[in-house]
């Protein structure tokens, strides 16, 4: 069974870096077979994708976040990770992890996400 | 960047309702559609993918249909637990890109 797990800090000040990791169980991110993706959704709005990469490390970026953004994966940790720098209160969201199964190319397993808030 | 716009954005139904919401692409994207639902405090789950492929274990009164820049999801008969919001998602290109979503309330 396939288990994504989000973890990082919950509260990230203005200007800093936000940085989250992606724990898979069940399958590995160095298969060939799927995409992971980052997406988040502000409270009470709706979802936004941010990034997805492929196990070989070609990425795929949101052009509004891509100056911003950094998706990579840890092979020997079996995380993906996200990295969004100059943070704003604006960033502030439940952020996803999900596969990007082969149903479609649509997100058929998702993390619980996290909610991260940018405040000082 | 290829626009979803969802319809309605809410409504009120009964249990037992039939429940269509449509979703609409700014430019034509062939099947590459998915349709998610959200409740409160969780992460969306696939419903249907390709637009109208019903994802393994999900009930029967889901259906998609639609091809080209117009979709729409059905709900034959709504059930309690089918209070949610329901987003569409084109899967055709990058930047993947959702519709506003269309809350499901109970009237």
């Known amino acids: 069974q396939v288990q994504l797990q989000e973890s990082g800090p919950g509260l990230v000040k203005p200007s800093e870096t936000l940085s989250l990791s992606c724990s898979l169980s069940?399958?590995?991110?160095?298969?060939?077979?799927?995409?992971w993706a980052w997406i988040r959704q502000p409270p009470g709005k709706g979802l936004e994708w941010i990034g997805t990469i492929y196990y070989n490390g070609i990425t795929y970026y949101n052009p509004s976040l891509k100056s911003r953004v950094t998706i990579s994966v840890d092979r020997s940790e079996n995380q993906v990770s996200l990295k969004l720098t100059s943070v704003t209160a604006t960033d502030t969201a439940v952020y996803y992890c999900a596969r990007q199964g082969n149903s479609g190319r649509s997100f058929d397993y998702w993390g619980r996400g996290t909610l991260v808030t940018v405040s000082s | 960047d290829i626009q979803m716009t969802q319809s309605p954005s809410s409504m009120s139904a009964s249990v037992g309702d039939r429940v269509t919401i449509a979703c609409r692409a700014s430019q034509g994207i062939n099947q590459w559609l998915a349709w998610y639902q959200q409740k409160p405090g969780q992460a969306p789950k696939l419903l249907i993918y390709a637009a109208s492929f019903l994802q393994s274990g999900v009930p029967s009164r889901f259906s998609g249909s639609g091809s080209g820049t117009d979709f729409t999801l059905i709900i034959s008969s709504l059930q309690p637990e089918d209070f949610a919001t329901y987003f569409c998602q084109q899967t055709h290109s990058f930047p993947r890109t959702f519709g506003g979503g269309t809350r499901v309330e109970i009237k």
């Open positions: 069940g399958a590995s991110f160095s298969s060939g077979d799927y995409y």
